[in-house]
C-alpha cells in the first residue's frame, strides 16, 4: 500500500506529466552524475544548466546562467494563501486558497513534460534536533536539485523519517515557460504547502530558503510557540575563550553577510558563524533563547565581495569539499575559466564574458555580473564555522541585534531598555535605499526585524508573537540596535564599519556580562565612549560625538512616518507597542542623559 508521500507525488506526477520521476537520496556521487546532466543534457534557453570553471582555483564550482527574466525574488508575484485576508495582514499579497489553487493548477498542467520531476527529501535542521522538520519538493531541473543539496540537509533518511506520516512540508517546483506573466510563488500555510511556478532562480525556487524556513515556519512558530527569522547567528569569542551567541536582523545592503563572517580587528576576540540567513528560534527547557540555523548553505550576493570586504567569505568560496559551489549570473573569464563580478577587488579581465554569456562590451551592455548575481556554497567550506553549528539543540542567544542603513538620527548602537522597548524598536526598524536598490537614494522603508517581504501572517499578530515569547523566557536576550551608517554631513561614513565592527560587538558583550556600564537617552543606553575599545583608530572626537548624538527636534517626521505604518496594522498592532510609541514621544520632549549601569 502506497504511503502518503507516495500518493501525494503520484498525484502531481499526473497533474505535471514528467517524462519521468527521479527520486534523490542526497549521496555525492549522485550530486556529480546531476551536474553531469546539467552540463550536457538541460538548457535553460539556450544555455545548458552548468559549466564548469577552473577547478584548480575554484574545486568543484560551477557557472549558472539563469533566464534574462528570472533574475530575483519576485515578490509581487508572491502571495500567502491563508483563508482569509485579515491573517495575512497588509505586509502580503493575498489570494483566497481555491482561487490560487485552480490558477495553479491550470498552469501546472502539463508543465513537466519532456523533464525528469526530481523528488527532494530533505531536513531543515539537524536531524537530531527537536526543531527540525522534515520536507519534500519536487522540481523539474538540476539547478534546484543540487542547489537543494548544498543549502539543506538531503537524503533517504528523511523518508524514512516521515514514513507513514502525512506530517511533511509539500513544495511543488516547476520552471515552466519562465513566462513572467505566467510566474506565481503561492504559500498555503495550514496545508504546509509552497506551489511555485515560472521561476529558476534561488529565492522562488529553492522552497526550503525564504518560502519554508520564513514564511510557512514564521506561522508554524506563531502557532506553536517559536519564531522563525531573517537573522545572522554568529558566536562572538573574547580573550579568555568564552564565547557569546547572538542573533542580527538587517535589512539588504546593511552588511549582514559581512557581520556573518566579520573577520575581527581587535586582537584576542574572533567571530564564529553559525548562519548568515535564517535563525529558528525556541524556548529551550532552562527557559533561555535558542537558536538554530535550519540550512547548511550560503546563497549571498557576490558584486561587492571581495577579499577587502569579506575575505573569510573568498576563502569559503575557494574551499575544497564533497559539497558542490554554484556561481549564478556572474561575469565570466574567458582566458582562466574563473566566475568575476564587480567590486571584486581585481580588474576586469581582458576577454570577459557577461553573465548572459555573451562579450562583455563596457560601454555598450552595461555589467559583466548581475547585480543579483549569486553564489550556492556549503557553510561547511567556512574557515570560521563554529564547532556548534551541528548541535542539535541549537545555541543559546545572549543578545538580539536589529540593524539598517541610517544616515542620521540613529546613533551607532544601543540597548533596549527592556524586552518591550526592543520589540517596539524592531516595530520601527527601516532603511534608507541606495541607488542599486529602486533608483532613488534615502528613500526609507520600514522593514521590522528585516522581516517584512517573508512573515507569513499579520505583522500585527507577528509583533504580539514577540511580546509573548519575551514573557515565556526566564533570562530573555538583551535587545540592541545598529547602525554602521550614519554620515558626517559631507557623505562619509562616521563609522569605519567592516572589521571595526567588532568594537561595536564587544561593547554589546560587556554589556551582556555586565562588564560595562551605559548612559540612558531618550532612544535607548548607549556607550559612554570611554567605554569603546578605540585603539588604532583614527576618529576625530566630534566625529565619535555625533555617532551618538540625539537632537530630538530632528524627530518629528520620523515619529509621523512610524504612526503612518504602524497604523498600517489596525486593531491587530498590540497596544503595548503604542505605549512605547508615546513613550519614546515622552522622552524626546523631556530629554535628559542620565549614568545607568
Known amino acids: 500500500m502506497a504511503t502518503p508521500l507516495e500518493t501525494w507525488v503520484e498525484q502531481q506526477a499526473a497533474l505535471t506529466q514528467p517524462d519521468r520521476i527521479y527520486w534523490c537520496d542526497g549521496s555525492e556521487d549522485e550530486a556529480r552524475k546531476l551536474i553531469e546532466i546539467g552540463m550536457k543534457e538541460e538548457k535553460i534557453g539556450e544555455h545548458n544548466i552548468f559549466y564548469e570553471l ?23 508575484l508572491t502571495y500567502v494563501c491563508h483563508p482569509d485576508q485579515e491573517t495575512a495582514g497588509p505586509n502580503n499579497n493575498w489570494m483566497d486558497p481555491k482561487e490560487a489553487k485552480n490558477l495553479l493548477t491550470q498552469l501546472s498542467r502539463g508543465c513537466m513534460r519532456g523533464r525528469t520531476m526530481y523528488v527532494l527529501p530533505y531536513m531543515m535542521g539537524h536531524p537530531d534536533s527537536p526543531y527540525a522538520r522534515a520536507c519534500i519538493q519536487l522540481t523539474d531541473v538540476s539547478y534546484v536539485a543540487v542547489s537543494m543539496r548544498i543549502m539543506t540537509r538531503m537524503g533517504k533518511k528523511v523518508i524514512e523519517k516521515i514514513g507513514r506520516s502525512d506530517d511533511f512540508v509539500k513544495g511543488i517546483h516547476s520552471v515552466g515557460d519562465f513566462d513572467p506573466s505566467r510566474r506565481f510563488i503561492m504559500h498555503f500555510p495550514d496545508e504546509h504547502l509552497v506551489w511555485s511556478i515560472g521561476s529558476g532562480y534561488g529565492g522562488n525556487a529553492l522552497l526550503g530558503k525564504k518560502c519554508f524556513s520564513l514564511r510557512i515556519a514564521s506561522w508554524l512558530g506563531f502557532q506553536q510557540g517559536w519564531l522563525a527569522e531573517h537573522m545572522v547567528i554568529i558566536g562572538i569569542e573574547d580573550p579568555q575563550g568564552q564565547t557569546t551567541y547572538v542573533t542580527a536582523a538587517m535589512p539588504s545592503a546593511c552588511g549582514k553577510t559581512n557581520l556573518a563572517m566579520l573577520e575581527s580587528t581587535l586582537p584576542g576576540y574572533r567571530v564564529w558563524t553559525l548562519g548568515d540567513d535564517i535563525a529558528w528560534l525556541n524556548v529551550g527547557p532552562d527557559g533561555r533563547l535558542y537558536a538554530i540555523n535550519p540550512e547548511i548553505g550560503l546563497f549571498g550576493v557576490a558584486p561587492g565581495t571581495s577579499m577587502k570586504t569579506n575575505p573569510n567569505m573568498m576563502l569559503t568560496l575557494k574551499a575544497s569539499h564533497f559539497y558542490p559551489t554554484l556561481f549564478t549570473n556572474t561575469g565570466l573569464d574567458a582566458d582562466t575559466n574563473q566566475p568575476w563580478w564587480e567590486g571584486m577587488g581585481v580588474p576586469a579581465p581582458k576577454n570577459l564574458i557577461n553573465w ?18 549569486r553564489f550556492t556554497v556549503s557553510i561547511y567550506n567556512s574557515p570560521m564555522l563554529s564547532k556548534d553549528f551541528d548541535q542539535p539543540k541549537g545555541v543559546p542567544i545572549s543578545a538580539i541585534i536589529l540593524g539598517g542603513r541610517r544616515s542620521n538620527l540613529i546613533p551607532l548602537v544601543k540597548e533596549a531598555f527592556n524586552w518591550q522597548h526592543g520589540v517596539f524598536i524592531g516595530t520601527r526598524t527601516g ?20 522581516m517584512l517581504p517573508f512573515c507569513g501572517y499579520n505583522m500585527g499578530d507577528y509583533f504580539r508573537h ?3 515569547m519575551g514573557k515565556r523566557l526566564t533570562h530573555p536576550p538583551k535587545i540592541f540596535s545598529v547602525n554602521w551608517f550614519r554620515l558626517d554631513g559631507q557623505n562619509g561614513f562616521l563609522w569605519p564599519g567592516f572589521g571595526d565592527n567588532i568594537r561595536v560587538l564587544k561593547w554589546i558583550v560587556d554589556r551582556v556580562h555586565h562588564r560595562t556600564e551605559a548612559k540612558e537617552t531618550p532612544l535607548g543606553l548607549v556607550p559612554f565612549v570611554k567605554d569603546l575599545e578605540l585603539e588604532g583608530l583614527n576618529l576625530p572626537a566630534e566625529n565619535l560625538e555625533k555617532l551618538f548624538e540625539v537632537h530630538p527636534e530632528e524627530w518629528e517626521p520620523e515619529l509621523q512616518d512610524i504612526k503612518e505604518f504602524l497604523i498600517r496594522f489596525g486593531k491587530r498592532m498590540p497596544e503595548e507597542i503604542w505605549h512605547e510609541y508615546h513613550a519614546l514621544i515622552h522622552r524626546l520632549s523631556n530629554p535628559s542623559s542620565e549614568h545607568f549601569a
Open 466 to 468: 514577540w511580546l509573548d
Open 356 to 373: 548572459q554569456g555573451k562579450p562583455h562590451q563596457p560601454s555598450g551592455n552595461g555589467l559583466a555580473a548581475h547585480p543579483n548575481a
Open 54 to 76: 577552473c577547478q584548480k582555483t575554484y574545486p568543484n564550482s560551477y557557472l549558472h546562467r539563469s533566464h534574462p527574466t528570472d533574475v530575483a525574488r519576485t515578490e509581487h
Open 431 to 450: 532603511s534608507e535605499t541606495t541607488a542599486a536598490a529602486i533608483h532613488q537614494v534615502g528613500v526609507l522603508r520600514r522593514d521590522p526585524m528585516a
